[in-house]
């Protein structure tokens, strides 16, 4: 880790600083004991020695004048005087030999100064009462113990001055050891510092030349450091002033480019403003106009240049426009009829705003055109049904009541195919005319969809006046026939007609998709009574509709659950008084209804697109009981026209035929004319593949379709069947002329006939003699199921056996049984 150069200098301080504390304490202990020493030298040695020289000193004294008074023939004892300077003086000697016996701390010093005191305080105890000669013995006894004391003191004196100078001169040493220790690590630190620190200052140094780049180096690296930083903060400064300069001009020359850009950019700006076809403008805090372009001048033509803003809100235009907010949603529509959008934007921090108007006129315009082609029928051009039912909301929000009806062109698709779509587009132009010049002028006509038309009949207060009012128009398009490419063709219209009830009487809630739903189911029952062109709604019309809604679903779940079952009707060969096959019809029995007739479930399986379901079921269960029969009984089976167009019908049949094992030949089609209304070419190609096949074609209810001839020359059937109507009232002249003609044309074009709904004997015989061989109808069995055909066989043999149905002679002449 590199320390920085102020922890480097930090450290070393508190390195020299350690030093000079280690030694100092040192040196402070070594002055310590020298003073102790010294002291020791006064406390037990000088002070000492000095009380017992008092004492000596006294002792001495006093052995003196014991001394000098003597004479040698005087009397051995003191007198009075001389006793008290002995005890003056022996006191004071004891006074002085206690004080230094108090500072002596060596013990045998101690203990001979307690001697002597013992013998100087037994001396002054005597309070003079001795001799001179015992005085000046004791005298000279103590004398010689103080002078061994003070020798001794002397000596002990001595020894200390000895360890004082010793100590002296040891502190003196270390004095000299301690500053040579700091000078060395002086020098050292000295030396690291100077290394330490040369070092970042040189890189520092070396840094700051490299500032310049490609710029001239200041003076080469010297040995002084810090005079090589100097050199290179030098060339740094001159190379910032340097660059300072030419950044300055840099910004100088920036910022007059910068303003010749904006200027141009202004310009351009200013430019593209007047080629924006929004119309601009800026306004001020004070809503003062401060700049605009072209396309905003000539929306406000009345607007000057820089106008205040009272002189804008005085423009019959943009007055009004500046109160309001800005919206994308709504246009603003301009006194000179223009619509405009209007944007705006403020600017939080200088208060100006921004606005933008954007000129919608040909949009508005386009917008209209669409928003009213949207609600136009493109063939008819009325309205269409979206705006149809935008009306009956109109009218129901009213509150008042109204009349809906709903009209539809019968036959319509007979026409588109025999005549063409052209044909079929103007039938329904004229009738949209002729149906909105009969309505008038209160009622609102629109087409519906393909050939069905609606109108909407407001205050309509009397539904007997609407009712009189549409059939008046079926009536007139009824007797007046359309002219189509020079031909006149009768519009056969059916129409359903809903009264609706004002709000104050309407017991339920009603919606303009109810009130089309309620016309559409009058307009079904009208259609579906062929006797009636007209119906008018009533609840129990929904009724029927919801239980024919059931019966859809009933029929699902009789598929499901296989309800279904086959009868089968004879076919009779009258000359050769036998049973020549059996046409299979499906059976319906319900697990609570009982057996339901086919007129009422098969229109429903058609409309509801599920009877191809039950003609599978009708072929499969065809062919495997035709397979158990005598091979010269043949099965006939009816396809509906949505189970002839199914793209599996020839699988079917395939299938059908191998899963059973009967030969295809003994399996008959038959199929109606309408199949060749949508797709003549498909149906006869179809019709095709199954004669490949083996099986024999028949044509069902021959004589009751538009074009039965052109059918029968592009594709020979092998069979026809007359109509039952045509059988039912031969007595009138034109149905057995009918009859006639189409046993001439099977016999010419070598197809076999059958009669339908043969009821009596006399059909019978009157179909003999027109050379009809084949009959078909109650008179020999209604239809029955699969186990009674034994019976059946038995009995048509036995009838015709028995003449019950008369006898046939060679010239096809009858005989009544």
Known sequence: MRLSINAKLIASGVILAAIASTFSFQMYRGAGVLGQTVQSVFDTGVDPLRDVDAAVARVQRLQDRIVDTQDAGGPLAIDGDMQARVLDDLSAALAALRKAGTRIGEPSLTQRLQELDFAISRLRATEGDVTRRFLRRELSETLSGLEDVTQKLQHGIQRLRDDTSTQSRQLADMNWLALAVLLAAGGLLIVYLGWSISGPIRRAASTLRDVGGDEP????????ALQDLSNAVAFVEALVVQRADAAQQRDTDQK????????????????????????????DRDGDLQSANEAFYRLFPHVTRRATAALLAADPDLGPLLTEPASRETPRRLAGGRSVFLLRHRAARTGDEILVFEDVTDREAAREAIERLEGEDG?????????FIARVEQLIASGDRFTLVALDIEGFRNINTTLGHGAGDEVLRQVGRRIVAAAGPDAFVARLGADEFGIALARQTD???????????LSDLQDKPVVVAGRPLT??????????????????????????????VALHRAKADGSAQLQVFAPELRAEMEARRRLVADLHDALARNEFELY???IVDCRRKTVSGFEALARWAHPQRGMVSPAEFIPVMEEAGIIGALGRFVLREGCRQAARWPSDLSISLNLS?????????????????SSSGLSPDRLHLEVTESLFLDDAEGVLQTLQSLRQMGL?????????????LGYLSRFPFDKIKIDQSFVRDMARPENIAIVRAVMGLGSAMRMTVVAEGVETVEQMEQLEREGCREMQGYLFSRPRPAGDLPKMLMEIRSRFRANGYGVVRADNDAIRA
């Not at 180096?217 to 002084?224: E, T």
């Not at 063939?379 to 705006?387: C, D, F, G, V």
């Open 379 to 387: 063939l008819t051009s009325l309205p269409n049904r979206p705006a």
């Open 696 to 708: 024999v074609v028949s044509m069902d209810d021959f004589g009751t379709g538009y074009s039965s």
């Open 641 to 657: 026209p949505l189970q002839f167009k199914s793209p599996t019908l020839l699988a079917d049949v395939r299938n059908a035929l």
């Open 463 to 473: 539904a007997a006046a609407a009712e009189r009012l549409m059939r008046s128009i």
């Open 256 to 283: 007059e480019r910068a303003e010749h850009e904006i200027a141009a950019q202004r310009r351009r700006f200013d430019a593209a403003l007047d080629r924006m076809s929004q119309a601009y403008c800026l306004l």
């Open 217 to 224: 180096q200041p003076k080469r690296r010297s040995r002084n």
């Open 568 to 570: 089968f009707q004879p």
């Open 491 to 520: 519009a056969r219209i059916a129409a359903g007609v809903v009264p609706v009830a004002a709000e104050a009487d309407r017991t339920e809630a009603l919606d303009a998709h109810g009130a089309m739903q309620d016309c559409e």
